[in-house]
């Protein structure tokens, strides 16, 4: 076997790969993050048939791999006669994945501001919404970082899935420069290294944070179940 | 714009070939990932050598995509001259996989442990094996059971990935049926179902192992409904 | 004072499940009347008065607070709150807002006050209270008594008709309870009614127009703060020594 050493055109197609993968991160963080918010405040609405939608959009997303549904968007519309580049495919599906995790991740996070809160909030003839944007919220949020920080590490791993579609990031362009120079182990290393750059700062943040809080131990319960740690 | 779902019901047979590949892929890297996973938490709450070992090991794991580590052991480890079956990579790579997460979420459920409870163990009697059985692992397990149910059913929707190597499970039969039937959208909408439906399975599985394997959370549900 | 009453329970109902905890409860309180509620733990009197401020819905009977009919499914509930101000023993201020923040969040956003209006408002009842110089503090850097006296302004801001209070110093040590029992004394002195629940004897008898003794989910004996000199029940006569008891020690 003939090592043909990586030459800088290589690299820095790769590079220009990792890019695309901080790109679709970000599309998929902050389009899955705004649907993610409506999907957990629907989770909590007052109407029932609100709340049922919500958990059924929840179990239907969470249950499908994103794969799945890069599949059906990129290879499956065309068989409607609908052309859809591989770019929105990808994004669309890892939009409507970030959502369902984090709806619920969130409904988690805003179900463990304490009851008496709630009530204290009522008491003073806040608004539902006033309720919600000046009390609950604001003591959510807090809650909610160091989980949220935890699942950006998935969303950047799942991005990898867009490679499937055909969408040049860092694990499609990782396969295209092994075509051209076969050395797999090394290109496959060498993207993993990549990754392993752009997701373990953000694992150390979230334990970081993690601790700050309490951690586990002190993690509501509400939490404990709803926290996934998704392996893709 | 007309659906034919019927065309693709009539390739039953093949999803059900594939369903039940996921179901076997997905159970023996659950089992085996967990073994793993429990061993690498004890190591890791001892520290030491080994400790840093396996901490190496869950965050590289924890911190690179399933797809990238399933075509280093495919291709990349064929180029150094081990040949592995897709059959073998699958599920040796989920099994790896899960491990690393189960080892983060049992090391969460070890950690937790109240400090009183091992030394209430140790004044009692009990052998290290016993303590470690006892009062360190069932807890902890039943501590977070919630968790590593989830990421169990993860695991199994994961495993869709390895249809990338040719493995012939779910999705692998759905990439074919939709070449066969040239009808992609049926195809995939009824793979989406597919695994919703296999994620259901898999919950229920899991609360009925709860249910034997944790006999006092029993009696408190039953208590407080 | 008018004779119509302010507040006025008629034959209240409310059960948890198949607990009965209030069982044909009445009173009434007239304007600028306190009344105290006694009685037992688990007597109902919490429950009496989360179903005053509508946090608990009644199974039978009526109360009408304020001129709201409770029962009424058309009831305007935030109206109510407006019109109604309640404290608890765990004082629940919001811990991401500061002391000031807590006591001007709801004159703005409901009542549409003006910021520097609901800011001299805002002094004016933290000064009641005796908390001027702790306007910017957020509730964690405050002493208990003092997290619930803020309590008391966050509700007072809000310039309530009513004020209830459930054990506002259950939580606190005697040398804390006092200074918030002072609070509630000028407070009523001040003419506001007021429904309290307290195991404070000695407070009760000097604060109390109207004293309601509550005993497994029924009023047992109500009457001016008198009453605890000569019950007329058993109960009441056992537990008023029994409380004396305890305050003794
Ligand atoms: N939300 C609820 N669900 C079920 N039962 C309740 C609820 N709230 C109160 N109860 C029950 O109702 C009964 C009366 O409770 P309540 O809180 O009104 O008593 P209380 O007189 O205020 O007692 P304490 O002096 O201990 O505060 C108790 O037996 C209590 O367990
Ligand atoms: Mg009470």
Redesign the interface.
């Given at each position: 076997?003939t090592l043909v050493p990586l030459g800088p055109n290589q690299i820095a197609f790769l590079l220009h790969g990792a890019v695309w993968t901080v790109v679709l991160s970000l599309i998929a963080c902050l389009g899955g993050g705004a649907l993610g918010m409506v999907v957990a405040l629907c989770r909590v609405a007052p109407l029932r048939a609100v709340r049922a939608a919500a958990a059924v959009y929840i179990?239907?997303v969470?249950?499908?791999?994103p794969?799945?549904?890069m599949?059906?968007l990129y290879?499956?519309?065309?068989?409607?006669?609908l052309n859809v580049p591989s770019l929105l495919a990808a994004s669309l599906a890892l939009i409507v994945n970030v959502s369902a995790f984090l709806g619920e991740i969130w409904r988690g996070c805003i179900e463990s501001v304490p009851r008496?809160?709630w009530?204290?909030?009522?008491?003073?003839?806040?608004?539902r919404t006033?309720r919600m944007l000046?009390?609950i919220l604001?003591?959510a949020v807090?809650i909610a970082i160091p989980p949220t920080v935890g699942f950006s590490?998935q969303v950047i791993?799942?991005t990898?899935?867009a490679?499937?579609v055909g969408f040049v990031e860092l694990?499609r362009a990782?396969?295209i420069v092994?075509n051209s120079v076969?050395?797999?182990?090394l290109i496959?290393?060498l993207?993993?290294a990549i990754?392993?750059a752009m997701?373990?700062p953000l694992?150390w943040l979230n334990r970081v944070l993690e601790r700050r809080t309490g951690?586990?131990?002190r993690r509501p319960a509400a939490l404990?179940?709803a926290?996934?740690?998704?392996?893709? | 714009?007309s659906f034919d779902f019927s065309s693709v019901f009539d390739q039953w047979p093949l999803f059900l070939h594939g369903a039940l590949l996921t179901l076997e892929l997905s159970v023996v890297a659950t089992v085996a990932g967990f073994v793993i996973g429990t061993a690498c938490a004890l190591a890791l709450r001892a520290g030491g050598v080994l400790g840093g070992i396996c901490q190496v090991y869950v965050?590289?794991i924890?911190?690179?995509?399933?797809?990238?580590?399933i075509?280093?052991m495919y291709?990349?480890?064929?180029?150094?001259g081990f040949h592995l079956s897709a059959f073998v990579v699958a599920s040796l790579s989920l099994t790896v996989?899960?491990g690393a997460?189960t080892a983060?979420?049992m090391r969460?459920?070890l950690?937790?442990t109240p400090a009183g409870q091992i030394e209430a163990g140790e004044c009692l009697g009990l052998s290290h094996v016993q303590i470690y059985r006892h009062v360190l692992l069932l807890p902890a397990m039943e501590r977070?059971y919630?968790?590593l149910a989830?990421?169990f059913v993860?695991?199994m929707?994961?495993s869709?990935?390895t249809?990338?190597i040719s493995a012939e499970e779910l999705?692998a039969a759905?990439?074919y049926v939709?070449s066969a039937t040239?009808?992609?959208?049926?195809?995939?909408?009824l793979?989406?179902a597919l695994?919703?439906?296999?994620?259901?399975v898999m919950r229920l599985g899991f609360a009925a192992l709860a249910f034997v394997l944790f006999p006092r959370r029993r009696r408190l549900r039953m208590a407080t409904a | 004072m008018s004779d119509t009453p302010i507040i006025e329970l008629r034959d209240v109902q409310k059960s948890f499940g198949t607990l009965k905890v209030l069982d044909g409860v009445s009173f009434a309180v007239a304007r600028g009347q306190v009344a105290v509620l006694i009685g037992r733990s688990g007597s109902g009197k919490s429950t009496a008065l989360r179903c005053i401020?509508r946090?608990e819905r009644i199974d039978a009977g009526e109360i009408t607070v304020c001129g709201h009919r409770l029962a009424d499914p058309k009831l305007e509930l935030?109206?109510l709150?407006?019109d109604?101000?309640?404290v608890?023993q765990?004082y629940?201020?919001?811990?991401?807002l500061t002391v000031e923040q807590n006591v001007t969040?709801?004159p703005m956003?409901?009542k549409r006050v003006p910021r520097a209006e609901a800011r001299a408002t805002a002094r004016d009842v933290l000064a009641r209270v005796g908390l001027a110089d702790k306007a910017a503090a957020y509730p964690e850097q405050l002493s208990g008594g003092q997290q619930q006296r803020a309590a008391i302004a966050?509700?007072l801001a809000?310039q309530p008709k009513v004020m209830l209070f459930d054990e506002v110093t259950s939580a606190l040590d005697p040398e804390l309870t006092a200074e918030v029992l002072r609070v509630l004394e000028q407070l009523a002195a001040s003419g506001m009614t007021m429904v309290l629940v307290t195991h404070e004897m000695g407070f009760a008898r000097r604060i109390a127009d109207l004293l309601v003794f509550m005993h497994g989910g029924k009023v047992r004996e109500m009457g001016p703060a008198g009453i605890l000199s000569d019950p007329q029940t058993i109960e009441l006569r056992q537990f008023v020594s029994h409380e004396l008891a305890h305050a003794g020690q």
């Open positions: 076997m179990q239907a969470q249950g499908t791999p794969l799945v549904a599949f059906l290879f499956g519309l065309p068989g409607l006669g008496p809160q009530e204290a909030a009522e008491c003073l003839a806040l608004s006033q000046r009390v604001p003591q807090r590490v791993k799942n990898s899935l490679s499937v694990a990782g396969q092994n076969f050395q797999p182990f496959y290393l993207i993993a990754y392993f997701c373990f694992s951690g586990w131990r404990t179940a926290i996934p740690v998704v392996s893709a | 714009m965050e590289a924890r911190n690179t995509p399933l797809l990238v580590q075509f280093l291709f990349g480890l064929a180029s150094l996989n899960v997460y983060e979420i969460a459920g950690e937790a977070v919630p968790s989830s990421q993860l695991l929707l994961a869709s990935v249809s990338q999705t759905a990439n939709q040239f009808r992609p959208f049926e195809t995939f909408i793979l989406a695994y919703v439906a296999l994620s259901l | 401020d946090l935030r109206a709150r407006q109604v101000g309640i608890f765990s629940n201020l919001f811990p991401h969040l709801a956003a409901v966050r509700s809000m």
